[in-house]
């Protein structure tokens, strides 16, 4: 499986972004899909996960209310839609998958496939 993170770019504080990881390959849906970033300075933190059937997901509490991932398994593609933006989710998003794809995990290790990131800057 390739994945490859889009979206990022440029947002003014309280505005909005949706990124979107694309995959490659087959059984996209026997995989769960999590959301990391990694802000400067710092290390690379869980953001949002989908299980593969899109079914359950999981936030950080500091993205609770405001980030929504969704899953279209037809499209091998899982989006995370960012409103009410503010400075400090400015970062490198990634996007990565595991192959237990009901098991929720933050644990970086378990994911088998990463792709690229794709930056977030928000201005305030």
């Known amino acids: 499986v390739q994945l490859q993170a889009s979206g990022g770019g440029l947002v003014q504080a309280g505005g909005s972004l949706r990124l979107s990881c694309a995959a490659s390959?087959?059984?996209?849906?026997?995989?769960?899909v999590g959301w990391f970033r990694q802000s400067p300075g710092t290390g690379r933190e869980f953001v949002a996960w989908?299980?593969?059937?899109?079914?359950?997901?999981y936030y950080t509490d500091s993205v609770k209310g405001r980030f929504t991932i969704s899953r279209d398994n037809a499209k091998n593609t899982v989006d995370l839609q960012m409103s009410s933006l503010n400075a400090e989710d400015t970062a490198i998003y990634y996007c990565?998958?595991?192959?237990?794809?009901?098991?929720?995990?933050?644990?970086?290790?378990?994911?088998?496939?990463w792709g690229r990131g794709t930056l977030v800057t928000v201005s305030s």
């Open positions: 390959g087959r059984s996209f849906s026997s995989y769960a």
């Open positions: 990565a998958a595991d192959r237990t794809s009901e098991s929720f995990t933050v644990q970086e290790i378990f994911y088998d496939y």
């Open positions: 989908i299980s593969g059937g899109g079914g359950l997901t």
